[in-house]
C-alpha cells in the first residue's frame, strides 16, 4: 500500500522549477545531464508522524462523483527535505547565493500547496571534491498532512498528502 510519501520530492522539484529555481529529485534512476547553473537536488531526509485526532479520524466527506459517503483517516507529518545547492566548481560561490536567494523566496512566500513551511535553514558553500561542485547545504522542514479515505466497505484506498489548516 502507498503512504503517500513517494510522490512529495517530485511534488517539491515540481514546486521550485514553476518558481523558476531549477530542481530535480536526488537518486535519479537514469542518468541525468551535466548542469552548467545552478541546480537544488531535492531529497526527503526525515520524516516523523503523529496523531491528528481520536484514532486518526479526520472526519468523512460525501463524493458526489460515487454519490457514496468516504471516512477520513490521517497523520500529521513533519517532512525535513534535503534541498542541497549545486554549481559547477567554477566562479566564487555568487551564483549559489543567488540560487539560494530565489529558492529561500520561493519556499518562504507560499511553498508547494498543502505544506506549510516550518524551518529553513542552509550552510556554508564548501568545494565538493567527489561531485567536483561547490555546493551549498539547505535543508527545510514542512508540516502536512498524509490522508487516506476508508470507503463503505471498510478498505483503504491510496494514502494522498493534504495541507494543514492555516491560521
Known sequence: ?????EKIRRKMADYLNGQGVP?????PAAL????????????????RTGSSGFQNYLGDRYL????RWEERYGHRA?????LDLYAPE???GEALQRAFDALAGALLTGGPEGMEL????????VRDGDSRRLKRPVAAVFTLYLTAAVDAGGVF????????AKA
Do not use: I, Q
Not at 484506498?157 to 494543514?164: S, Y
Open 1 to 5: 500500500m502507498s503512504v503517500g510519501v
Open 23 to 27: 530542481a530535480v529529485t536526488a537518486f
Open 32 to 47: 541525468r545531464r551535466e548542469e552548467t547553473a545552478p541546480v537544488a537536488v531535492v531529497s526527503l531526509r526525515g520524516c
Open 64 to 67: 458526489e462523483e460515487t454519490g
Open 78 to 82: 513533519e517532512l525535513t527535505f534535503g
Open 90 to 92: 567554477r566562479g566564487d
Open 118 to 125: 516550518k524551518e529553513l535553514s542552509c550552510g556554508e558553500t
Open 157 to 164: 484506498t491510496d494514502f494522498e498528502l493534504r495541507g494543514v
